[in-house]
T-cell receptor
């Protein structure tokens, strides 16, 4: 089983729609969780950390369910600039494990 | 805004040659990392470095790889004898403390011929 598993993509979504990404992690000892975005041929950039209580940053909402080992990201009112690959990340101690990512295309 | 920098941006080398990839982490950061991303695949953890020693490494980080912080600013990844399968984008990252966000550099694209 892969350590961090994400929805296969790509997602092709019209501008303004809501998009949901799901992710599961296999290591129950994981302590920290993140969503990164990666533009084509660029470095990963932190989108948001994910907390057990759930957290929101503008149009973005992240949720964590430790019992199910499941992480989600919701993007509301999607913009053309949201087109990117979204990477789910789980960390333990000093090591973080990336999922393969889900590519998102926002269509005008 | 401070950022992680990496040099060179691109490197082409012959199989069997040694390469050194360089990174300048953000100046007040204490934890340093190397990752690689083979084209079309996921970002893979290679090694973490703190207090002048390796704190964790993955199975990818074998005896062909080494890291060093030769002075107060640079953090290097050396691949002793490159193989074709070492061709990838190599990212350096740093963070200020053990709970902080990791900031990634722009990467070095390595091509082994």
């Amino acid at each position: 089983r892969k350590e961090v598993e994400q929805d296969p993509g790509p997602f092709n979504v019209p501008e303004g729609a809501t998009v949901a990404f799901n992710c599961t992690y296999s290591n129950s000892a994981s302590q920290s969780f993140f969503w990164y975005r990666q533009d084509c041929r660029k470095e990963p950039k932190l989108l948001m950390s994910v907390y057990s209580s759930g957290n929101e940053d503008g149009r973005f909402t992240a949720q964590l369910n430790r019992a199910s080992q499941y992480i989600s990201l919701l993007i509301r009112d999607s913009k053309l600039s949201d087109s990117a690959t979204y990477l789910c990340v789980a960390g333990r101690d000093d090591k973080i494990i990336f999922g393969k990512g889900t590519r998102l295309h926002i269509l005008p | 805004e401070p950022e992680v920098t990496q040099t060179p941006s691109h490197q082409v080398t012959q199989m069997g040659q040694e390469v050194i990839l360089r990174c300048v982490p953000i100046s007040n950061h204490l934890y340093f990392y190397w990752y690689r991303q083979i084209l079309g695949q996921k970002v893979e953890f290679l090694v973490s470095f703190y207090n002048n020693e390796i704190s964790e490494k993955s199975e990818i980080f074998d005896d062909q790889f080494s890291v060093e912080r030769p002075d107060g600013s640079n953090f290097t990844l050396k691949i002793r004898s490159t193989k074709l399968e070492d061709s990838a984008m190599y990212f350096c990252a740093s963070r200020r403390d053990s709970q902080g966000t990791q900031y990634f550099g722009p990467g070095t694209r390595l091509l082994v011929l």
